[in-house]
Structures are given as C-alpha cells and as structure tokens.
C-alpha cells in the first residue's frame, strides 16, 4: 500500500509539472501567435519549393477546364480552389504568387533596412551638418505620398522586377532611419562604447560589432513592422498594372485580374485576397508581439 500511495503521488506530481511547463508555454507563446507563425511557416516551404508543391505549371493552359469552381463551390478535387479564365490552376498560381510577393518584400525591407541603418548611424556620429541633411531627408520621403511616386516612376522608367524591388526599398527607410539614429546616440553615451572609443577603435568597428548588436533587436521589430506594408504597396501597384508583369503573377496581380469575374468566378480572386490578408495579419501580429517583448520602454 505504500508502495502504491508513492508512485501515484509521483505521477500526479509529473501530470502537475507537465501542466505547468504546457501552461507556461502558451502564456509565452500565445495561441494567435502560434497561428501565425505556422502560416508564416507554410509561406516559407512555399517561397523554397514552389515548383516542387504546386501540382501544376501556373501558366499551364487548359481551356476545356476554364472557370472551374473550387471544391468549396461545388467543383472537384483535381483543382481545389478552382481555374481561371484561361483554365490555368489557381492553386498553383497561388503558391506561386506568394512566392513573388514575398520575396520582393523581403528584398525591399533589406534595402530598407540598410539604407535606413547606414544614415541613422552616419548622423549619429557625425551630428552637425551630417545629421541635419539626413533628418531633412528622412522628413521629406516621411511628407511625400510614396504610392503616388511609385506609380509616376514606373510609368516613366517601365516596370521591370530589379526596379520594382529597389523602388519598394525606399519605402519606410526613414523609420528605420530615425530609429537607428536615436538607438545610436543612446548607445554611444553609454559605458561599452565609450571604452571602445577611447581606445581607438574605428567607428565601423565601434557601431557594426558593438552598437548594432545591442540595437539589433529593436531593428528586427521594425522590420517586421514594415514587411506587411511592402506586401501590401506591391499588390496596389501589381493590382494597378505597374507592378509584376506577365508571364510572372504575385498576388496583387492575381487580384488585379480576377476584379473583371467577380461576379461570375469570384475564386479567382478571392485565394489571393486573402493570402493577402493572412500573410499581412501573420506578420503584423508577429511583429507587436515582438515589439511587446524586447522593446525595453514597454517594460
């Protein structure tokens, strides 16, 4: 009887911590959280194996198949989310869509970033002149529509891929810029970079191995910040025509030309629509979570 009153305290005691370390991992981790991520998860093994998961080419044409409905409409397996008007799988232009998308935007929040960074940090240490010219930057793009430039430099310049990544590039550049620059002052008045200054280190040294760690992780929320709204001016443009050119499709493209069957095969737009709204949401959510977490004035 012993024996048995023993072991079965052990084992309540074990289900109790197992409850504890599962309750404590969703409190860290909240559920909308972990949603997110798996989407984001799923966009990811989309962007690196698009070709291998899509079960047909996305320009594929089969006209005898053309305006099929989705299973959810009434259609049949062989293309779940339907065709389009040339009876080319919207799935498959969906998976490669994302792919466009995604990886535009994240090309764009690269530029971003480091056009951002490098200003910030110029008129940081400099101050004076430096720093005067950079915020007379940062509060011109912050003033002027950047939709509106988009559209009038595509129009004028064409609308290839390299110039559509490096035009969303200098989107949002100048919040990333003022942060990096108030980071930086913050930093360089403190013990770690003092020392390092005083003895001798150059000022590349100084802010790429010392400043910028530190920093680093309120850069990363900011980027994440702005990755939704890059997605989200790609798919204006692309929806506009300015955007990704045919043969490619991105997701403001797939929208762009399913505006014209809304009413007779809404499907075609209403997959990237709302891989649209899923992808943004994901990161967006990501983002404040994370914001929560490491920005030290929420503290």
């Known amino acids: 009887m012993t024996l048995l009153s023993t072991d079965t305290g052990t084992s309540s005691g074990s289900v109790f911590t197992a409850k504890n370390r599962?309750?404590?991992?969703?409190?860290?981790?909240?559920?909308?959280?972990?949603?997110?991520?798996?989407?984001?998860?799923?966009?990811?093994v989309l962007v690196a194996f698009a070709p291998h998961v899509a079960p047909y080419d996305y320009l594929a044409m089969d006209l005898r198949a053309r305006l099929t409905p989705p299973v959810f409409f009434g259609g049949?397996?062989?293309?779940?989310?339907?065709?389009?008007?040339l009876g080319r799988d919207v799935l498959s232009?969906?998976?490669?869509?994302?792919?466009i998308?995604?990886?535009?935007?994240?090309?764009?929040?690269?530029?971003?970033a480091s056009l951002g960074v490098t200003l910030g940090f110029l008129a940081a240490w400099f101050r004076g002149k430096v720093e005067q010219v950079v915020l007379m930057l940062i509060d011109a793009q912050a003033a002027m529509p950047f939709m509106i430039i988009a559209l009038a430099m595509l129009a004028f310049l064409g609308n290839s891929l390299t110039l559509l990544v490096?035009?969303?590039?200098?989107?949002?550049?100048?919040r990333i810029a003022r942060i990096a620059r108030g980071l930086a002052i913050s930093a360089a008045e403190q013990g770690y970079a003092t020392a390092v200054r005083d003895l001798g280190a150059t000022p590349w040294r100084i802010y790429g191995r010392?400043?910028?760690p530190n920093i680093a992780s309120t850069l990363i929320v900011s980027m994440t910040l702005n990755f939704p709204e890059v997605i989200l001016l790609e798919s204006g443009l692309s929806f506009l025509g300015l955007g990704v050119q045919p043969p490619m499709s991105s997701l403001g493209n797939m929208v762009g030309y399913g505006?014209?069957?809304?009413?007779?095969?809404?499907?075609?737009?209403?997959?990237?629509?709302?891989?649209?709204?899923l992808t943004t949401l994901s990161i967006s959510m990501l983002g404040?979570?994370?914001?929560?977490?490491?920005d030290p004035t929420l503290r």
């Open 76 to 85: 049949g397996w062989a293309h779940p989310l339907g065709t389009d008007e």
């Open 166 to 174: 490096v035009l969303m590039g200098f989107y949002g550049w100048e």
């Open 22 to 44: 599962l309750g404590a991992f969703f409190e860290s981790w909240p559920p909308g959280i972990l949603l997110a991520l798996a989407w984001l998860a799923l966009c990811a």
């Open 288 to 294: 404040d979570w994370l914001r929560d977490r490491f």
């Open 210 to 212: 010392h400043i910028l």
């Open 101 to 112: 998308s995604l990886v535009i935007a994240f090309l764009s929040t690269l530029i971003a």
């Open 259 to 277: 505006r014209d069957y809304i009413q007779s095969a809404p499907w075609i737009m209403l997959a990237p629509a709302a891989a649209i709204v």
């Open 93 to 99: 232009r969906l998976i490669a869509s994302v792919r």
